[in-house]
T-cell receptor, first 115, second 112 residues
Framework: DTGVSQNPRHKITKRGQNVTFRCDPI?????LYWYRQTLGQGPEFLTY????????KSRLLSDRFSAERPKGSFSTLEIQRTEQGDSAMYLC?????????????FGQGTRLTVV | AQSVTQLGSHVSVSEGALVLLRCNYS??????LFWYVQYPNQGLQLLLK??????LVKGINGFEAEFKKSETSFHLTKPSAHMSDAAEYFC??????????FGAGTRLTVKP
């Protein structure tokens, strides 16, 4: 296993367009997280899944954001009608609930630029 | 939900000096605590973690942290800073259900 994989690594989009990002977690991990990180800030929690169930969603997330993990494996994060304020690094992480540590492993992120 | 406060967004030390990065957490349940490091243009890497047991935990690259329940703290230390330690450091808290939240980060600068 090569770790958490995110695609694309970079995305430039025009304001108002929809974008979708994909995350493939470490294969044996049943938890999957999405965070947003802007320059000089820590990862801001967006949502997380255990298997296919979405357990928590940030109140900061507007109705334009939606995440899915239909089969409990990969996940997608969609942003509709993008705004310039959506420009950020979107991070995905995964962990296993079967391990005591619950350590999260991070992907390299998808950098979104809205122009 | 639980939360983390990192005191000091920037810390500067001289090479060979003690590194101390502060982290205080808020959690209504016994927490899991983590320190992650992020080098420029790289992803987050785990430095160390506290789950249960010994309150002083050792991580990679000579870092260690002590869980102090009475102070709700999990400060990160390293006896002697190296130039390669310059990076952004993030403290994180998680509950048993895996809900993990991060602090705003502390940028460590190491002067020659």
């Amino acid at each position: 296993d090569t770790g958490v994989s995110q695609n694309p690594r970079h995305k430039i989009t025009k304001r108002g367009q929809n974008v979708t990002f994909r995350c493939d977690p470490i294969s044996e991990h049943n938890r999957l997280y999405w965070y947003r990180q802007t320059l000089g800030q820590g990862p801001e929690f967006l949502t997380y899944f255990q298997n296919e169930a979405q357990l928590e969603k940030s109140r900061l997330l507007s109705d334009r954001f939606s995440a899915e993990r239909p089969k409990g494996s990969f996940s997608t994060l969609e942003i509709q009608r993008t705004e310039q304020g959506d420009s950020a690094m979107y991070l995905c992480a995964s962990s296993s609930s079967r391990e005591l540590s619950t350590e999260a492993f991070f992907g390299q992120g998808t950098r979104l630029t809205v122009v | 939900a639980q939360s983390v406060t990192q005191l000091g967004s920037h810390v500067s030390v001289s090479e060979g000096a003690l590194v101390l990065l502060r982290c205080n957490y808020s959690s209504s349940v016994p927490p899991y605590l983590f320190w992650y490091v992020q080098y420029p243009n790289q992803g987050l890497q785990l430095l160390l973690k506290y789950t249960t047991g010994a309150t002083l935990v050792k991580g990679i690259n000579g870092f260690e942290a002590e869980f102090k329940k009475s102070e709700t703290s999990f400060h990160l230390t390293k006896p002697s800073a190296h130039m390669s330690d310059a990076a952004e450091y993030f403290c994180a808290v998680s509950d048993r259900e895996g809900d993990m939240r991060f602090g705003a980060g502390t940028r460590l600068t190491v002067k020659p």
